[in-house]
């Protein structure tokens, strides 16, 4: 079956700008995870969605940075004014509801390449 | 808090070679998942394994093996007789299973192998 896919796959755009980063997760799986891996570096956790229900948004740098679920399905992560220091790998990730060990494996797209001049 | 350290940045081995990848965790949660995931040249995040924190027996897949310590804290991959296609960046990772809560995975930085022929 299809996996988890995202659009677009690269972005460029100047400094200032606003970008949006989508994600659509495997059918069926109800968690979503966006994550930012730098170069070098593992992914590091930015939100998660329950449905459509934004749990947790702690791993969000600062307001400028904006995540969305509404019908539970699709979302797109939002970057407003972007900075050079926004240039990374965003990455998307989706897992079923488990059942008795809690949620399951996460899956990962193969995340938008972001940079910003 | 939860950390995951892999110690070794970089390895390097000789096809047919035996290689072990470290992997540390920290966790004040009695209920946990450790993960390992491979990034090959081409970027995407390839899920290889999951164990719960109950299950300590070790796991063999092919020429994967898996060794998982609490007393350790350890949960260390081996590749035996290695090729090069097994050449890529693995990562380690670690969730806690809040109730109700986000299962987010944090990361180790990674180990990048290369396997030459």
């Known amino acids: 079956g299809a996996g988890v896919s995202q659009s677009p796959r690269y972005k460029v755009t100047k400094r200032g700008q606003d970008v949006a980063l989508r994600c659509d997760p495997i059918?069926?799986?109800?968690?979503l995870y966006w994550y930012r891996q730098a170069l070098g570096q593992g992914p590091e956790f930015l939100t998660y969605?329950?449905?459509?229900?934004?749990?947790?948004k702690s791993g969000l740098p600062n307001d400028r940075f904006s995540a969305e679920r509404p019908e539970g399905s699709i979302s797109t992560l939002t970057i407003q004014r972007t900075e050079q220091r926004d240039s990374a790998m965003y990455r998307c990730a989706s897992s079923l509801e488990g059942i008795v060990f809690g949620k399951e494996t996460q899956y990962f797209g193969p995340g938008t390449r972001l940079l910003v001049l | 808090a939860q950390k995951v350290t892999q110690a070794q940045t970089e390895i390097s081995v000789v096809e047919k070679e035996d290689v072990t990848l470290d992997c540390v965790y920290e966790?004040?949660?009695?209920?946990?998942?450790l993960f390992w995931y491979k990034q090959p040249p081409s970027g995407e995040l390839v899920f290889l394994i999951r164990r719960n924190s109950f299950d300590e027996q070790n796991e063999i897949s092919g020429r994967y093996s898996w060794n998982f310590q609490k007393s350790t804290s350890s949960f260390n991959f081996t590749i035996t007789a290695s090729q090069v296609v097994d050449s890529a960046v693995y990562f380690c990772a670690l969730s806690e299973a809040p109730q109700g809560g986000s299962e987010k995975l944090v990361f180790g930085k990674g180990t990048k192998l290369t396997v030459n022929p």
């Open positions: 966790t004040r949660d009695t209920t946990y998942y």
């Open positions: 059918s069926g799986h109800v968690s």
């Open positions: 969605f329950n449905y459509e229900a934004q749990q947790d």
